[in-house]
């Protein structure tokens, strides 16, 4: 969800400075050697699972897809899509971004959709089930990629593009012609704004319906100014994890290991496959200045400071074609909401439908469920072909 200014280092530094997460055990998940004869949202491999816990009048599958990284390099991907037993041919598709705050593999929504860990569970899942009983496809992608390079937000609008198009080429799902809808919240919002703002360049022969996001960090740069940069906070360990996972795709530009303290070393090596409660307890109460020796902060090093304006929405100069739907709390204090102000009247200004819905909620999390089932509505109103509203 948000990226931190911590360290940089000497320019040659490569990989081996990067703390990859652990590969999953589970060979579906492996890189073809040929993997870069496959386009973009190509399929790869297919394969059927049995319904997650909390899904019903369903039948569930598993894809595997090409996508591109942060350097434009073809990696794999993969996507759980749930195709609901009543549904009529070319009905809706909603790609779901699930919010991952994670450095770990085993944190994705293809692995927590089966979990018997509460801390890990899809809490969205009575919200996706009223969409299967609708007649909706769902996709939900591991919009983290495969190194789970969580804060590079470009990335995850990619993975959800590919996403899409690898859908509409599996014939099980019946969707190749049926109208496309996004939504997601804070990191899943991220991803779910960057697809929208992407696809007229990066996908531009998918037509989009819809975009629906809510609580989205859209400055990053912004973001780490108020999550630990240069005082202690609560949940620093967010923003460490997500200098991590930034460092994971823009290792010359970001490289951490030889700049951390003994703290941040011991922070940096108990994230490498996190979750959400390890993140934040391994980094409540700390700050940047705590966790590197001698580095100099990522906002005063050009190159570094370029990898976060990358992936900083509100800096990205393209508009998405697709009517937006945008909900937050107006004092959440996780986002900042003058970045999300400045992003969508730039949106208005380019023609952009937008409709916004400030939360009747004071904080980040709450907001997410409140703005929801408007989010849901707003979306099958464009899948039934409904003119979009604005508020711009």
Not at 160 to 180: E, M, S
Request: charged share 15%; glycine share 10%.
């Amino acid at each position: 969800m948000t990226v931190v200014g911590l360290v940089i280092g000497a320019p040659n530094a490569g990989a081996d400075n990067v703390a990859l997460p652990t590969p999953l055990r589970d060979r579906f998940y492996d890189t073809p050697p040929n993997i870069a004869s496959f386009a973009p949202g190509a399929l790869i491999a297919a394969r059927d699972r049995p319904n997650p816990p909390a899904f019903f009048d369903a039948r569930t599958y598993q894809l595997k897809f090409r996508s591109s990284d942060s350097q434009g390099r073809p990696i794999a991907a993969v996507t759980t899509v749930l195709v609901p037993t009543h549904k009529r041919v070319n009905g809706p598709l909603l790609s779901f971004q699930h919010i991952i705050n994670a450095t770990g593999l085993e944190c994705a929504p293809s692995q927590a959709l089966w979990t018997q860990d509460p801390n890990l569970a899809i809490r969205e899942a009575p919200g996706l089930n009223v969409a299967l009983q609708q007649g909706w496809t769902v996709a939900i992608p591991d919009h983290l990629g495969p190194r789970s390079a969580y804060g590079a937000a470009k990335l995850g609008g990619q993975i959800t593009l590919d996403n899409i198009r690898a859908v509409k080429q599996f014939r099980p799902a019946g969707v190749a012609d049926g109208r496309i809808g996004l939504a997601g919240y804070s990191g899943g919002g991220m991803a779910t704004a960057w697809a929208a703002a992407l696809a007229p360049t990066y996908a531009p022969d998918l037509d989009i319906a819809g975009a629906a996001y809510g609580g989205v960090p859209m400055n990053l740069l912004e973001m780490a100014e108020g999550l630990g940069y240069s005082t202690p906070h609560p949940a620093f360990g967010l923003a460490f994890a997500a200098a991590i996972g930034v460092s994971r795709e823009y290792p010359k530009q970001i490289p951490m290991w030889q700049h951390l303290s003994p703290l941040g070393k011991q922070m940096y090596l108990g994230m490498r496959n996190a979750c959400t409660n390890d993140i934040l307890r391994l980094g409540a109460g700390h700050d940047a200045q705590q966790v590197t020796v001698g580095g100099r902060a990522i906002f005063d090093d050009p190159a570094a400071r370029r990898v976060v304006e990358q992936n900083s929405l509100s800096l990205y100069p393209g508009t998405p074609r697709t009517p937006i739907f945008e909900w937050h709390s107006p004092t959440d204090a996780l986002i900042p909401v003058s970045s999300i102000d400045h992003t969508l009247a730039r949106y208005c200004r380019a023609g952009v439908p937008v409709e916004r819905l400030s939360t009747p909620s004071p904080d980040h999390l709450s907001a997410a469920l409140l703005g929801l089932l408007p989010a849901f509505r707003y979306l099958q109103d464009r899948f039934a072909g409904v003119p979009a509203p604005s508020s711009c």
